[in-house]
């Protein structure tokens, strides 16, 4: 283990407690959060089985779910448990992030410690930790050493949730083929099977929560397989061995996570995710460059170019000169470059034995391409596709990322294009194995990945990667991730992305973190011939409402120059954030984001909807009082819509100010994009 993720799992230990119980064994405990909504109790039953609850505003959100861990060597933590101890302490504290979707952060929670021992066998002891927010709960295992246990082996988790009322979730299976890239699902919670987090529901009476985890170190992903009814049970990723999970004592699990909120875009207000990470390891992250980015990249899609050498190879030196002086020229800030490295030939889809990521092909010149970049004040994003291999990878990982460091490359999108189950990794002895994306081996590889980036000053942009669970916090570093289905799928087609799916994600995938989605698609070509489910309103709305600190233009560039009118809002459009709003949306339906520019007075507004036309009125109650903006709107012209006109788009101009309400019409499948410049 290196000496930061040692620290890191010590930074993610409970602090000091404020007020403690040591008295004869109780059945239970209770925590509220700060505003008193929102109630956790924890007790024991006659069999000694550990369960807890949440309520809010009296009412149940879980009903009484089981607690508890499974070993491969050694008995399960089930039965037989007392309450022995209880600890609260409370906590409110304002932190600032270095990049995001807003600049203060407000942590304030309660916290409630009950240790579990058992009355009967080896006496065992463990904590579980409960950290109660206004909008949700947290809580963990916190096992410490003791005789006998000096590490775990851990066959599975027993935690449960049980979900109060019927509800609608909405859900992409796990454990199959094609990782996280799957359409959602919406179905009653009764008709989940094995699924992802983050899972949305919405219950009878409107309350939505969200199912996630926080903190993933040194652990295997969680998922939810439903048991029976609306309950659910925790499902880790396997391992390469017996165990899902081996680790040394005393060690702290992940974070199991409830967002609850009335509304949806309470869900995306929450910081709920973010408080429950360990503060910043990495000191001084002022090189951390949130931009925007062109690349080498959607014309392979459109099978126009290649990434293996040849005569269409994309990744020439002449090719990569043009994106960098069409990106200086726009104000924007990197250009990604994929297949410039030697082992694109050939089978390379989950083999990436043939990978070098210090070797360019012949006609790439990588010297001279940073050079011009870094003289047009553009920066290269590298690009390192492993196909899953994430030990051929390590072997070289030093090497490739002082190279992008002497180059002056300032981020790296990464990727793991393979079936899941076949990501190759390498176990203590040596020994090669085939691993699930979202593992334990897998999970302290991307750690591995992002502290060899950081000792280079590099950020991270995983594909195919372990699930965003909030990391960004302590590796700001980690600025971005792609794991859903991302633009491309609208470049294949046959199908591609439903017309519903970005307001699917804004309210479920987008809650784990920001996501690498490659919006501003102008020309609407796809290789089947079949047509996207979106209008060129809607892209430019994309860059509001999925956020991302890392945001791409991913078009062809004779697209952005054919539609230079439309496409002045992605230049303007900052990807670094003040504040953020959810104004308006239903989950799968539509969203409506505002975000305030960081460091300036202007605000962005991005609206997306599904299949339906819709037009929402929405105040401007969120602008300045007293200061008058001009509203430069790009809407959905007439007669626009994903199957009839998709291109249709107006743009004009409006004087507003913090009184007034706007109309904001939609066509189906479409969007409505606006800047309010302060006067």
Do not use: C
């Not at 043009?322 to 726009?330: G, K, L, P, T």
């Amino acid at each position: 283990m290196s000496n930061r993720l040692a620290g890191l799992l010590a930074a993610l230990l409970p602090l000091a407690t404020f007020a403690t119980s040591a008295a004869e064994p109780r059945t239970s405990a209770r925590i509220a959060s700060p505003d008193a909504r929102i109630t956790v109790e924890v007790t024991t039953d006659n069999e000694g089985r550990a369960s807890y609850a949440v309520s809010r505003d009296g009412r149940p959100v879980l009903a009484p779910s089981r607690l508890g861990l499974m070993f491969t060597d050694t008995r399960k933590f089930e039965r037989n448990l007392a309450i022995v101890e209880q600890a609260t302490r409370t906590q409110d504290e304002r932190w600032e992030q270095p990049w995001g979707e807003r600049r203060q952060m407000r942590d304030h929670h309660n916290e409630l410690r009950v240790t579990l021992a058992e009355t009967a066998g080896p006496k065992r002891r463990f904590d579980v930790v409960f950290r109660v927010f206004d909008d949700g709960v947290g809580f963990r295992y916190d096992v410490p050493k003791q005789p006998g246990l000096d590490r775990l082996s851990i066959a599975e988790e027993l935690t449960e949730f049980e979900i109060a009322d019927a509800a609608t979730a909405w859900w992409i299976p796990a454990f199959e083929w094609n990782r996280e890239e799957y359409i959602y699902h919406r179905t009653p919670v009764e008709e989940v099977g094995q699924a992802q987090t983050p899972i949305t529901l919405r219950t009878v009476d409107g309350l939505h929560l969200s199912i996630h985890e926080a903190a993933l170190v040194d652990y295997s992903g969680m998922n939810l397989a439903r048991v029976d009814g609306r309950r659910f049970r925790a499902a880790l990723t396997p391992g390469i061995g017996a165990a899902k999970v081996e680790v040394a004592t005393p060690f702290a699990t992940p974070w199991r996570t409830i967002q609850i909120s009335d509304r949806a875009g309470g869900l995306v207000e929450s910081g709920l995710v973010l408080n429950l990470n360990a503060p910043n390891a990495l000191g001084d992250v002022s090189w951390v460059r949130p931009m925007k980015y062109v690349g080498i990249w959607w014309e392979m899609h459109l099978d126009r170019k290649t990434w293996a050498s040849g005569p269409k190879h994309g990744a020439t030196t002449a090719h990569a000169i043009r994106h960098i002086d069409f990106a200086a020229a726009n104000g924007i800030g990197g250009v990604l470059v994929e297949g410039w490295n030697v082992g694109w030939d050939g089978d390379w889809f989950g083999n990436g034995e043939t990978f070098s990521f210090t070797q360019p092909y012949p006609d790439f010149d990588i010297e001279a391409v940073t050079r011009h970049a870094r003289e047009q004040g553009v920066t290269l994003i590298g690009h390192h596709e492993t196909s899953g291999h994430a030990a051929h990878y390590e072997a070289q990982l030093d090497d490739a990322m002082a190279l992008y460091g002497r180059l002056g490359v300032q981020a790296v999108k990464t990727g793991y294009v393979a079936d899941a189950g076949q990501a190759k990794v390498r176990s203590d002895d040596g020994a090669l194995h085939y691993a699930w994306h979202e593992g334990q081996s897998m999970v302290r590889h991307h750690q591995r990945v992002v502290e060899a980036a950081a000792q280079h000053r590099i950020s991270v942009n995983p594909h195919e990667p372990v699930k965003d669970t909030g990391l960004r916090r302590t590796y700001p570093n980690l600025v971005a991730r792609e794991g859903a289905r991302g633009m491309e799928y609208n470049a294949w087609g046959q199908p591609g992305n439903p017309p519903e799916h970005e307001a699917t994600l804004v309210y479920t995938r987008l809650l784990a973190g920001p996501m690498d989605f490659t919006p501003g698609i102008f020309g609407m070509d796809t290789k089947s011939g079949t047509p996207m489910a979106t209008t060129l309103a809607k892209q430019l709305a994309l860059y509001v409402v999925i956020y991302s600190p890392l945001q791409m233009a991913a078009d062809l560039l004779e697209h952005y120059e054919s539609r230079p009118e439309a496409f002045q809002f992605v230049r303007d459009v900052p990807v670094d954030w003040d504040d953020t709003l959810a104004l308006d949306g239903a989950v799968g339906e539509y969203a409506v984001i505002a975000r305030r520019e960081r460091g300036g007075d202007d605000w962005y507004l991005g609206a997306v909807t599904d299949d339906t036309a819709r037009t929402v009125a929405l105040p401007l109650d969120f602008l300045e009082p007293g200061r008058r903006y001009t509203a430069q709107i790009y809407r959905d012209g007439d007669g626009a819509g994903w199957r009839t006109n998709p291109h249709a788009i107006a743009i004009e101009s409006r004087e507003v100010g913090a009184g007034d309400t706007l109309s904001i019409a939609m066509a189906s499948g479409g969007g409505q994009a606006i800047r309010f410049v302060a006067h």
